[in-house]
């Protein structure tokens, strides 16, 4: 089964927990904090491998999460690492974040890496706090969450020529007749209905891949039929081979055939229309394809259109030959349709919170704030009256204040609620 779009869960594994603990030796009455960091939390990193060719995989395994970080250990000792989590993905893959339409990473060349889901660094333990004023810190971090989305992954197939058409044009009979592909061929429309690929290796042409596009319709870049689905994968290539159908089987003009189908590559991407196009007549086998291939070179020049028959291999090999020669003037870039997103740290000393209030419960949100509290241990009192410290040294008591907060009403930070404070404004 050709899979080319799933849906899917990422998450980077969580840092190991920072630890609280002691120094305890032998006439060392007053051993001091030897607590040691949690280990990195493991990063989710695609990798493209060219030996897969569609999706399918993650159709059974739509939820991967990275292993954490191991946690710290007493006489300082650090936490382990974890390792990363290897996804291998075929090329052409594309990472685009569910919630943000973001493009995360453009996958082509074989062993290519992308970090779609980070994960959390270790928690500190208590040695890392020990100062002049608090020579024996009873708390520690927790480790820092991974990172975790939803991601949409698409395949847009890699080939050197793509076959364009209507459906039942004789693309798949084409592709069988040039290489060793064995696509579903039978006289009906849509028998195609995901791209099959080639590899044209034939005497005296130099070898090429050639993708067999699914048959394009009216409204094709508008989604119709399955024209997003399809009209994708001719993205990737550097040229396309127009197919057209002569002999009118379906009842269909040949002339303006051709031209929907560039008029359908045209409104869904401009580049496509650009692309360099090898136009080919096919089923002049047929006696009916006469009148249909004069009007075709008419319009476009002979010199411009090759006629062939697929079925008796009638012109084929002309069209290899002009393909080859074509595409070793094209330059050898693949161009992409889009440039991956460049994350680059923010401001997080200087971030604004959001607050929203409902009732007298006001939730605040923002990411250093909620990276305080996930690392934050709420079951050990030193480590709530830090994170108290931290919180009125950040200034979001005044934030709270100055949003109608008052002493009684309920805070919320991700899934920790507490009461709002503070002794000045008690009367």
């Known amino acids: 089964m050709f899979v080319d779009r799933a849906k899917i869960f990422l998450k980077g594994g969580d840092g190991g927990n920072g630890i609280v603990t002691f120094r305890r030796e032998k006439y060392v009455p007053l051993g001091g904090p030897d607590g040691g960091d949690g280990g990195r939390g493991g990063d989710v990193v695609f990798m493209v491998d060219s030996n897969l060719r569609t999706l399918l995989d993650f159709r059974y395994q739509q939820h991967l999460r990275a292993d954490r970080g191991t946690h710290g250990l007493g006489s300082n000792k650090h936490g382990r690492g974890a390792n990363d989590m290897i996804v ?64 949409w992954l698409e395949l847009k197939v890699i080939a050197d020529v793509g076959l364009v058409g209507f459906p039942n044009a004789g693309k798949s009979t084409f592709l069988s007749r040039v290489s060793a592909a064995r696509p579903k061929v ?43 689905d399809f009209l994708r994968h001719v993205e990737r290539t550097r040229l396309l081979i127009h197919i057209v159908d002569v002999a009118a089987v379906d009842g269909r003009n040949p002339l303006a055939d051709y031209k929907q189908i560039n008029e359908e590559l045209r409104l869904y991407d401009e580049r496509l229309s650009r692309l360099t196009q090898v136009v080919v007549a096919s089923k002049i086998d047929l006696p009916q394809a006469e009148e249909g291939l004069a009007e075709l070179r008419h319009e476009l020049g002979s010199e411009n259109v090759f006629a062939i028959s697929a079925v008796t291999g009638a012109g084929v090999k002309e069209v290899l030959y002009h393909t080859a020669k074509m595409l070793n003037e094209l330059p050898e870039e693949i161009p992409m349709a889009e440039e991956p997103a460049v994350f680059t740290p923010g401001d997080v000393e200087n971030e604004e919170i959001t607050i929203e209030r ?55 930070i991700l899934n920790i609620e507490f009461t709002f404070w503070r002794e000045e404004d008690d009367e």
Request: charge should be negative; charged fraction near 30%; glycine fraction near 14%.
């Open 358 to 412: 409902e009732n007298n419960v006001f939730t605040l949100r923002g990411l250093r704030l909620e990276k305080l509290v996930a690392m934050t241990d709420f079951n050990n009192e030193d480590g709530v009256k830090r994170f108290q410290r931290i919180f009125r040294l950040w200034g979001h008591e005044d934030d709270l204040k100055e949003a109608g907060a008052k002493n009684g009403d309920t805070i919320r």
């Open 88 to 151: 291998k993905v075929p090329p052409g893959t594309q990472v685009r974040d569910v919630e943000t339409k973001v493009l995360l990473a453009d996958l082509t060349e074989e062993g290519q890496t992308a970090v779609v889901a980070k994960g959390g660094r270790g928690g500190r333990g208590n040695a890392r706090f020990a100062s002049p004023a608090d020579k024996a810190p009873r708390f520690a971090e927790k480790g820092e969450p991974g990172e975790e989305r939803w991601v």
């Open 186 to 228: 039978a006289d009906y429309p849509f028998t195609t209905l995901s791209p099959n690929l080639g590899v044209v290796d034939q005497d005296g042409v130099e070898p090429f891949v050639i993708a067999d596009i699914p048959g394009l319709i009216g409204g094709a870049h508008e989604g119709v039929g399955l024209g997003h």
